[in-house]
């Protein structure tokens, strides 16, 4: 599995995530006590080479760079890349000797980054787990043996039905990569921090949570269908399987559209392959019991039968989905200064949906058959510790498995300036040194950040040494009536002065506003945060 997507991930130039882009790919190849090096700038981009041993450049360099050094002189390049909208952070690439014929870079100017990688294992996984969420769905689930009988009694038994499950495969990549060519790569990277964007997204996951509980039914025309089913049985080959998975796809996106929804909303501002790759997950899971079932028809009789208990699983997927759409306002809220959503409402909300959870399952516990009622309990139980763990935060608890979702907590014996000239004017006032944080109300990993490092109880004693001036690079609002919102003033601020376009990103200055340190990355290390202080 791991390397069929590694396959699929090198199909398409990659366009980091929305924390990191890495438009530049560095190589290297020996002759003699030679090497020649060349970098392959991504197209609408240009780099510029800050620094390299005794060589200084000035130029830029649109599509490609390449120079033969002496080994002897060989030293690490420090670089960064621009394009018409932002500048990535100063990078250093370093020659490694492999062999004759290939190097490889030893540094963040890896073409793909583990940040990235990590990132679209994660949205593969969710993919996964989406894909068996849809299999318990009423509108799934009856389709498994109708569809595997149909294909035993037609006689292309196990050849067919693979066939059928790989035709989900492609059916729903398609769609992951129909969203990133629609949007394109810059727009999908914006979406996780436009706040009329995460508002739309707010709404969808809210009528797809009212879907769930029953409310109406999203489905697409039966005529189209029927128009599929027709067309599937009168062609022959693997186009008539093709039509018939496209046929399941229109039948059971009532049940299928939230979670897919959900599923590409949340890959949307991860990088360029983030919705094919949650697609890829998601269909394969979905497509498993048709070739499983297939394979091994005897499993049909053992199979639970269609029934209550998918409209139980239905209501469950609701009120996850109702609390996932609060990440959505939550940051929309936030970037506007609306006030509507604090996060002790959004904590009293998430604890609402899962106790409902727990509570809903409980109704008519009595009723069910024994089976049930141990899976039902497998779900109550942690539904009601996990709304337990969450009830301290309402008093001040960092409760850091909601981190990424939930809006930032203000961290105690910490003076904050959201202001760089305020900050700057009292850091020369004091005589302390200042640490800038550019962060965004939609950066993820900004909030794991704030949670597992600088709610640290020591990196909270070194920070008492600065001054911490923190700035939006996504506010909305306009302060000073100029015209410019905050976030913007903010975004430019970081481009022009450290040529940088990455949050969470951290820099040191001196009272005077002279940097004193290279700026830090994401990490979730507190020691590592530690170690980068100077003061």
């Keep these: 599995m791991r390397k069929l997507l590694s396959i699929l991930l090198s199909l398409l130039p990659l366009m980091a995530s929305a924390q990191m882009v890495q438009p530049v790919k560095w190589s290297g190849t020996e002759f003699g006590d030679s090497v020649r090096i060349r970098a392959v700038v991504e197209p609408g981009w240009h780099m510029s080479i800050i620094e390299m041993g005794d060589f200084v450049f000035t130029q830029e360099f649109k599509d490609s760079?390449?120079?033969?050094?002496?080994?002897?002189?060989?030293?690490?390049?420090?670089?960064?890349?621009?394009?018409?909208?932002?500048?990535?952070?100063?990078?250093?690439?370093?020659?490694?000797?492999?062999?004759?014929?290939?190097?490889?870079?030893?540094?963040?100017?890896?073409?793909?980054?583990?940040?990235?990688?990590?990132?679209?294992?994660?949205?593969?996984?969710?993919?996964?787990?989406?894909?068996?969420?849809?299999?318990?769905?009423?509108?799934?689930?009856?389709?498994?043996?109708?569809?595997?009988?149909?294909?035993?009694?037609?006689?292309?038994g196990l050849r067919?039905?693979?066939?059928?499950?790989?035709s989900i495969v492609i059916l729903y990549v398609g769609l992951g990569l129909l969203v990133t060519a629609l949007f394109g790569a810059s727009a999908l990277n914006e979406m996780s921090t436009n706040a009329v964007v995460n508002i739309v997204f707010f709404l969808i996951l809210v009528i797809f949570a009212l879907s769930f509980f029953g409310l109406f039914e999203i489905t697409l025309p039966d005529s189209w269908s029927t128009a599929l089913d027709s067309k599937a049985r009168s062609t022959g080959g693997f186009l008539s399987i093709l039509l018939m998975a496209f046929t399941l796809v229109i039948v059971s996106f009532s049940c299928t559209g939230p979670i897919i929804g959900t599923l590409l909303v949340e890959a949307a501002g991860k990088s360029l392959l983030a919705p094919a790759i949650g697609m890829l997950g998601f269909a394969i899971a979905l497509a498993l019991p048709f070739s499983l079932f297939a394979m091994f028809p005897q499993w049909l009789k053992q199979a639970p039968k269609s029934g209550d208990w998918m409209t139980s699983f239905k209501v469950v997927l609701a009120f996850l989905e109702l609390a996932l759409s609060l990440k959505f306002l939550s940051v929309a809220d936030l970037a506007y200064g609306w006030g509507i959503l604090p996060r002790w409402l959004f904590l009293v909300i998430w604890i609402a949906c899962f106790l409902g959870i727990g509570i809903y399952l409980l109704w008519n516990f009595r009723k069910v058959t024994l089976t049930r009622k141990i899976i039902r309990l497998i779900v109550i139980i942690p539904s009601f510790a996990f709304a337990g763990y969450?009830?301290?935060?309402?008093?001040?608890?960092?409760?850091?498995?909601?981190?990424?979702?939930?809006?930032?907590?203000?961290?105690?014996?910490?003076?904050?300036?959201?202001?760089?000239?305020?900050?700057?004017?009292?850091?020369?006032?004091?005589?302390?040194?200042?640490?800038?944080?550019?962060?965004?109300?939609?950066c993820v990993n900004c909030r794991k950040m704030e949670a597992f490092v600088l709610d640290n109880d020591s990196v909270k004693a070194r920070l008492q040494n600065y001054v911490f001036i923190e700035l939006f690079v996504d506010d909305k609002q306009d302060r000073d009536g100029d015209g410019m919102s905050e976030g913007d003033e903010n975004s430019q601020h970081q481009r022009e002065k450290f040529s940088s376009n990455a949050q969470p990103f951290y820099v040191q200055l001196d009272p005077y506003g002279h940097q004193v340190a290279t700026p830090m990355a994401f990490t979730t290390d507190p020691l590592e945060f530690i170690n980068w202080l100077k003061y």
């Design 160 to 166: 067919d039905a693979v066939l059928y499950g790989l």
């Design 65 to 156: 760079f390449e120079m033969t050094v002496a080994k002897a002189d060989l030293t690490p390049i420090r670089y960064n890349a621009c394009d018409d909208q932002m500048c990535t952070a100063p990078e250093i690439w370093e020659y490694a000797s492999l062999s004759a014929e290939s190097a490889s870079p030893l540094s963040e100017a890896s073409s793909l980054s583990s940040d990235t990688e990590r990132s679209l294992w994660l949205i593969f996984v969710l993919g996964l787990l989406g894909g068996l969420l849809a299999i318990f769905t009423p509108c799934v689930w009856p389709i498994i043996p109708m569809t595997v009988s149909f294909f035993l009694k037609k006689g292309g």
């Design 390 to 442: 969450l009830v301290p935060g309402l008093w001040g608890a960092p409760v850091k498995a909601v981190s990424a979702f939930a809006p930032p907590m203000e961290i105690e014996g910490r003076e904050v300036f959201h202001d760089y000239e305020e900050g700057l004017a009292y850091a020369r006032q004091t005589g302390k040194p200042i640490i800038i944080d550019f962060t965004g109300y939609g």
